[in-house]
């Protein structure tokens, strides 16, 4: 089973920056891909960022600008650091860890969540 511990959210001005981390622990032989979620009250959780084993990432194309994915592979986790923040970047961020078996999807993991708040 996969774990996934968030970390890094904060409370932070327009403008400002945060960098947020996901620790991936525990054991598993899949393909995966690795993403960013945000989520606020009432709402459904809201793709921010992808990146694959390989280190590929991928953004919405209104945050590819601004945020940045990596992959610390000795350390096992991956990041998102977060510039410019804007007040609607405001919400909870989820790490999703998602297994893939010949490119169809199988378990998925998420994280406990870092809350991220961005006030004007």
């Known amino acids: 089973q996969v774990h996934l511990v968030e970390s890094g959210g904060g409370s932070v001005q327009v403008g400002g920056s945060l960098s947020l981390s996901c620790v991936v622990s525990g054991a598993t032989d899949c393909t995966y891909l690795m993403s960013w979620f945000r989520q606020t009250p009432g709402d459904e959780r809201r793709f921010v960022s992808g990146?694959?084993?390989?280190?590929?990432?991928t953004y919405p194309n209104y945050l590819k600008s601004r945020f940045t994915i990596s992959q610390d592979n000795v350390k096992k986790m991956i990041n998102l650091q977060m510039n410019s923040l804007k007040v609607e970047d405001t919400g909870m961020y989820y790490c999703?860890?998602?297994?893939?078996?010949?490119?169809?999807?199988?378990?998925?993991?998420w994280g406990q969540g870092t809350q991220v708040t961005v006030s004007s």
């Open positions: 999703k860890f998602q297994c893939f078996d010949n490119g169809a999807a199988t378990g998925a993991y």
């Open positions: 990146i694959t084993s390989g280190g590929d990432p």
